[in-house]
């Protein structure tokens, strides 16, 4: 069975511009979740999608924003780069709300 | 804010030592999970615990969920060099409807 998968794997963009980073949860899964991990640091809560709705977001601007398709598959996009966005961006699906989420690789992307 | 706080955020360790990490939240929890980060890595899901007072093994590692569901701990006996990475604490926060993680204990160990 294919865990969760997050594409593309490095990203490089420039201060200003837009990223979209992808995501395919485990099948089955209906609830995505996106975190941001900069260098070193936690795991900071981004967004939560169930059921191709926003359940939850995090404190993070505007900028930050995504959607979830029918198919549970996600987009997570970063409108107006900063260079402070550079982190690892990881997607996580779980079965339910209340069990174990299963993350994927993870999107390095980098602000120059 | 942050509303699970886990300590400490560093250990270093002998190889054969043990270590523990704990988990803390103001709030009441409904569940407790933890997850291991190695170096360059994904977390990875070690364990859930969801009644109070539960204790939960997996072979040198012991979790341990509060009485009162507000805290939590993982320790590791005879930490070996594997055990190498962060261990996050993580609790779906009743009523925020969000998956929220500590900061993280990072674990080195000297072999």
């Known amino acids: 069975e294919a865990g969760v998968t997050q594409s593309p794997t490095h990203l490089i963009k420039t201060r200003g511009q837009q990223a979209t980073l992808r995501c395919s949860p485990i099948s089955g899964h209906t609830s995505v979740y996106w975190y941001q991990q900069a260098l070193g640091l936690g795991l900071q809560f981004l967004l939560w999608?169930?059921?191709?709705?926003?359940?939850n977001r995090g404190n993070f601007p505007p900028r930050f924003s995504g959607r979830q398709f029918p198919n549970y598959s996600s987009e997570l996009n970063v409108n107006a780069l900063e260079l402070e966005d550079s982190a690892l961006y990881l997607c996580a699906s779980s079965l339910t709300v209340n069990t174990e989420a299963f993350f994927g690789q993870g999107t390095r992307l980098t602000v120059v | 804010g942050q509303q699970v706080m886990q300590i400490p955020q560093y250990q270093h360790v002998q190889e054969g030592e043990d270590f523990t990490t704990y988990c803390n939240s103001s709030?009441?929890?409904?569940?407790i999970q933890w997850y291991k980060q190695r170096p360059g890595g994904h977390p990875v899901f070690l364990i859930q615990?969801?009644?109070?007072?539960e204790v939960k093994k997996q072979k040198r590692l012991t979790f341990q969920f509060g009485e009162a569901k507000k805290n939590s701990s993982l320790h590791i006996t005879a930490t070996q060099t594997t055990d190498v990475g962060t261990y996050f604490c993580?609790?779906?926060?009743?009523?925020?409807?969000?998956?929220?993680f500590g900061q993280g204990t990072r674990l080195t160990i000297n072999p």
């Open positions: 709030t009441t929890l409904s569940n």
């Open positions: 999608y169930d059921e191709g709705e926003e359940r």
């Open positions: 615990l969801v009644k109070s007072g």
């Open positions: 993580a609790s779906l926060i009743q009523g925020a409807q969000k998956l929220v």
